[in-house]
């Protein structure tokens, strides 16, 4: 009901606001004159409207208009610079991320920016012993950014009860900003929904969308809960389509390929797939979607050799225990056996993986005949089954029932 109400009465009420605020900005720049509060501010809207309405254009727009007060202030403002670092990590581009701090280091990026943004980086990267004291460094009671960041590290190490109340504390103190705090209950959400709390999950969703109409994440959130938990195929599909008609990312369509194969539509999930892969595949989007691009290369497209090239591009990008399994499972699908069995040894084994990465490492392990290892693994990807699409849980509930 809430969803059918949601879709009859839509309006973005936040879009709106945005047009209004990015044509203030936009007209206080004199062109004759370049400054910097104005142009900010409006590449700063600019970033916010891709946010709510998926086009990434408005924010290599944004990106634009930043580079250009750079170059005006000859280098010595490290905010535009800083801001720069933090959309190419929305891009996953973190070696780009990576040099562009570095440089707003040097221009003199202050001390809490720099620890924040450092901490960015390096989880993203991998670098989680250096995040870890990075983060220890600003240790706050009293800091959304602070929570926000404890929980990401909460969750990598498996303490999901410590993220969820962090991200939970992060949501308080958000305060009256709206936009954190939607972020902060979305993640909370999310945490929910690995953890099998579901019904949690969909409140935590339904306030989001309550507090931002245009959370197409959230949305999305509710279609997952009915094609993962309801087993309602006909509801999945009508949420995922509707946020596909309202944002230009291309997020909706692998959930619609995901609703399509768990209904034995393969001919659709085929087809579907395949205009994801036109979608997310455009260099705007940097590496945004390798991890899908090798889950429907690996599987409904069966087109291994490419999902081995994207593994390896991943993990140039960033070396993690879940980029090198995504790596090690391109190549034992492409029959590189042992090079698969001596990467997942060395860089795999032991290490914290989300559900998806233990599915993967079950398969390798069913396929090298290591009864013991695949059952371990299966086991483990069950507990987040809700993270996997239905079509891997009905195999890996058959595997265990054997």
């Not at 086009?55 to 990106?63: G, K, N, V």
């Not at 980086?121 to 404890?150: C, M, P, V, W």
């Not at 029959?335 to 233990?358: C, T």
């Not at 290892?373 to 299966?378: G, I, L, R, S, T």
């Amino acid at each position: 009901m809430f969803v059918d109400s949601l879709i009859s009465h839509y309006t973005n009420r936040a879009l709106k606001l945005n047009e209004e605020e990015a044509e203030f900005w936009e007209k206080r720049i004199d062109p004759s004159n370049p400054g910097y509060v104005n142009e900010s501010k409006y590449a700063g809207a600019l970033a916010s409207r891709f946010l709510l309405t998926g086009d990434i254009h408005f924010l290599q727009m944004s990106d634009s208009i930043l580079r250009n007060v750079d170059q005006v202030y000859n280098h010595k403002e490290s905010g535009p610079v800083a801001t720069l670092a933090m959309h190419a990590i929305t891009q996953h581009r973190f070696h780009e991320a990576d040099s562009l701090l570095t440089a707003a280091k040097m221009i003199g990026l202050k001390t809490y920016e720099s620890l924040m943004y450092s901490f960015d980086i390096d989880f993203e990267s991998g670098r989680y012993d250096q995040a870890s004291l990075e983060l220890s460094k600003i240790r706050s009671t009293n800091d959304y950014s602070y929570y926000f960041r404890k929980s990401k590290l909460a969750h990598y190490r498996g303490d999901v009860d410590s993220s969820i109340a962090a991200m939970l504390r992060a949501s308080k103190l958000a305060g009256t900003n709206v936009s954190l705090k939607q972020i902060a209950l979305a993640n909370t959400a999310d945490l929910y929904m690995h953890d099998g709390k579901i019904k949690k999950a969909y409140d935590f969703y339904v306030q989001c969308i309550q507090l931002n109409s245009a959370d197409f994440h959230s949305i999305m959130g509710l279609g997952w809960i009915a094609l993962v938990h309801d087993h309602d195929d006909s509801a999945a599909t009508r949420i995922f389509e509707f946020v596909k008609s309202k944002t230009k990312l291309p997020d909706p369509l692998f959930r619609i390929v995901q609703t399509a194969e768990s209904g034995g539509d393969h001919t659709s999930a085929k087809k579907y797939a395949a205009e994801f892969i036109q979608q997310a595949t455009d260099s705007v989007y940097g590496n945004m979607y390798n991890k899908y691009l090798i889950e429907l290369y690996t599987s409904i497209l069966n087109e291994p050799l490419k999902a081995e090239i994207v593994a390896l591009k991943e993990l140039d990008n960033r070396a993690t225990p879940q980029t090198y399994a995504w790596h090690v499972w391109t190549l034992y699908i492409n029959n590189r056996i042992e090079d698969a069995y001596q990467d997942f040894e060395k860089y795999v084994s032991g290490k914290p993986l989300e559900g998806l990465e233990l599915y993967y490492m079950g398969k390798m392990m069913q396929g090298l005949h290591k009864g013991y290892n695949a059952h371990e693994f299966f086991k483990a990807a069950y507990k987040s089954k809700y993270d996997l699409s239905p079509v891997k849980v009905k195999e890996i509930e058959k595997y265990l029932e054997e």
